[in-house]
């Protein structure tokens, strides 16, 4: 086995949750093995901007994981001007709540999955929006 092949293994997939991610989500994308840091507990970033929180997560390598669909708007106005981010993962918001917590770490996990065996790289979501619906 190659060394690359080997770091394509031990790869874990980087997110960025936003506020209205619940805990349970987060907890359970972690007890899969995806690291996930909090936008209000880990990074203490209550009061930034969309932008501000795009940023951070890209500058961290992660992707973002939100309900709020301005992030939409964000990646196409990063696309105009040549800018890049790690991927976000927009939810629908007929998932917020107890009854979208299944879906959304199903979704993510496969994607955790995926990487953990060497089928793509974390860089396949860049400048990507994935929606989880």
Known sequence: MNLLKQENIMAKLKIMSDKHIAKAITDQLEKRGVDVVLRVETVEMDEASDEELLEYATREGRAFLTFDDDFEVLNSE????????????????????????????????????????????????????????
């Open 78 to 133: 990063w696309f105009k001007v040549g800018k890049s981010h790690c991927g976000i993962f927009r939810c629908g918001g007929h998932l917020l709540g107890d009854k979208g917590i299944g879906r959304v770490v199903t979704s993510i996990a496969e994607y955790h999955d995926l990487l953990v065996a060497g089928v793509g790289t974390q860089e396949d979501l860049y400048n990507e929006v994935t929606h989880i619906n």
